[in-house]
């Protein structure tokens, strides 16, 4: 007589000694039970698919992207099925598992990130921290999503005057340790969205010890001054119709300047009017790889003693910003896949999607972090794709027996 498949229960009792290892290593089960239990997500009844299962289900979507979404199943489950057998614990139909992805949705996989994602520079790590502080960088990209009628509808098609783009998406702003490149905060809209009106949102992940970096295109006086208050340190890049008359001038070419709030930010409530503050002005135009030189920078910053940080230590620090457009590469290229889109069709898949690729990329940035700690180097110097690699592997062997 057949042996009936293993229930959802016993398959949930014993994802936390047989499930996926490095994963659980970063994301303990405990925290994922956790997150369900806060989110109202737990499973009420007994599942061939537990809340826990399709959780860690939406991760392994984001480190193989490339694979089937029950081919994920399979390799999620496939420790499980070689020790118990493969007719005991059987893999659901595409179908049951777009049901049971529908009733996680996207809150125990937000809950988990917030609860989970933080920096992770290591303490006296050389060329990881500067003056102290832990540089950060913020930014935004766009996703793309499935060409379907609630995609388009929820998240818009961006367009110009030859039409429509072919695909919706998404704008997600993150912000990125820069030293390990490790997302701790991350937002996301529809394309229409404003992006620093939309990056905004993450000011309460910024703390003391940081060194926020940002583009030109997220200047503001109250942006400025709000984040000036939650960072031990700023330096942006500002447009150059941004008006910053000198008030006096250091040895080392840089000079003070007062900002003021605009007429719309007063008009706006968001400012006051006399307000203002003083900030360094660095400028320089940057050598490029064939000896010419570029186009002017203009960075401003609130480390305003030129004894403490000179102008071209400034100049040299910014360039790490670019950590994060080095992020949104290793995120969008080689976990997604450089010619492939979201395969989710609902606005609340997209958005689970979207958690989980964060999830699996600070999985996989934590995992080489810890490597970099051990082997005493700094996390620069490891090969991003290599631990994909290897995590990749790791999926589908037993844990060890600790």
Not at 78 to 84: A, C, E, K, T, Y
Not at 132 to 145: C, F, H, M, N
Not at 318 to 346: C, I, M, N, S
Not at 366 to 389: D, I, K, N, Q, Y
Request: proline letters at 6%.
């Amino acid at each position: 007589m057949p042996r009936k498949p293993m229930s959802g229960a016993r398959i949930s009792a014993l994802m936390q000694e047989m499930s996926v290892s490095s994963l659980l290593r970063v994301i303990p089960y405990s925290m994922i039970e956790e997150a369900l239990t806060e989110t109202g997500t737990q499973s009420k009844r007994k599942r061939l698919l537990p809340a826990s299962v399709v959780l860690l289900l939406v991760v392994m979507l984001g480190l193989n992207a490339e694979v089937s979404v029950r081919e994920n199943l399979r390799m999620l489950l496939h420790s499980l099925r070689v020790r118990f057998g493969m007719d005991r614990i059987a893999v659901a139909g595409s179908a049951a598992i777009s049901f049971a992805r529908r009733r996680l949705g996207v809150k125990p996989l937000a809950w988990l990130f917030d609860r989970v994602a933080r920096p992770l520079t290591p303490t006296g790590c050389a060329g990881c921290t500067w003056k102290g502080l832990r540089p950060v960088a913020i930014d935004g990209t766009y996703v793309e999503a499935q060409c379907t009628e609630k995609n388009c509808e929820h998240f818009g098609r961006p367009g110009n005057q030859h039409g429509k783009g072919g695909y919706p998406q998404v704008l997600v702003v993150t912000l990125i340790e820069c030293a390990t490149r490790t997302p701790f905060g991350f937002v996301y809209g529809p394309c229409r969205k404003d992006e620093p009106t939309l990056g905004d949102e993450l000011s309460a992940k910024l703390q003391a010890d940081m060194l926020l970096l940002a583009d030109r295109a997220y200047f503001s006086f109250a942006r400025w001054r709000d984040a000036s208050e939650r960072c031990g340190a700023l330096l942006w890049r500002v447009k150059s119709n941004v008006k910053l008359k000198p008030v006096s001038s250091f040895d080392d070419g840089s000079y003070l300047a007062v900002i003021k709030p605009s007429h719309k930010l007063i008009a706006k409530g968001f400012a006051t009017r006399g307000e203002h503050m003083t900030v360094r002005v660095v400028e320089y135009r940057p050598v490029m790889a064939d000896r010419r030189r570029g186009e002017k920078v203009r960075l401003i910053t609130d480390v305003l003693d030129p004894s403490q940080v000179t102008a071209e230590e400034l100049a040299a620090m910014y360039p790490q910003r670019w950590a994060v457009e080095v992020g949104f590469d290793e995120l969008k290229t080689h976990l997604r896949g450089p010619v492939r889109v979201l395969r989710a069709q609902l606005p609340e898949l997209v958005e689970q999607e979207i958690h989980g690729f964060f999830l699996a990329y600070y999985v996989t940035r934590a995992t080489m972090a810890e490597a970099a700690r051990v082997a005493g180097r700094p996390p620069s110097e490891l090969s991003f794709t290599h631990a994909v690699r290897v995590i990749r592997r790791h999926t589908s062997l037993f844990p060890s027996p600790s």
